[in-house]
């Protein structure tokens, strides 16, 4: 499919553990974002294809993601879960117009964003 597609997401306790997962034809770049009620969007964290992450300092320690062997499912792992991390989690993919840029180029192809999933976390 062109258009990313999410799933995992729900309703959980505050301090548990939650894995979404997004399905989506191979790209350069992977990432997944957010948007929590009242709040703008924010980049949580990226994976690049050769295996570099970058993660947001409201996630790091607590957030993981990694892709399967054919970079076809992007998973990312929530511990410790908070309520601030209630929001909508889409995934986005795109390609870079060169490969040796990092993920936050602006040099980069079309992105190609999920529907996207609800996580709400409660304390």
């Known amino acids: 499919q062109v258009q990313p597609v999410e799933s995992g997401g729900g309703s959980v306790q505050a301090g548990g553990a939650l894995r979404l997962s997004c399905a989506a ?4 770049c992977m990432a997944w974002v957010r ?3 009242g709040k703008e969007r924010e980049g ?3 994976i690049k294809s050769d ?8 996630v790091k320690g607590r ?5 399967d062997n054919t970079k076809e499912t992007l998973y990312r792992h929530m511990n410790n879960r908070k309520p601030e991390d209630t929001a909508m989690y889409y995934c986005v993919a795109w390609n870079l117009e060169t490969y ?3 993920c936050a180029s ?9 529907q996207g999933t609800q996580v709400t976390v409660s304390s």
């Open 106 to 114: 602006a040099r980069s192809g079309k992105k190609y964003w999920g």
């Open 35 to 37: 948007q929590g009620p």
């Open 63 to 67: 957030f993981t993601i990694f892709q």
């Open 100 to 102: 040796s840029d990092s």
């Open 25 to 28: 034809l191979p790209r350069n």
């Open 44 to 46: 949580v964290v990226t």
């Open 51 to 58: 295996g570099s992450t970058s993660y947001a300092e409201s």
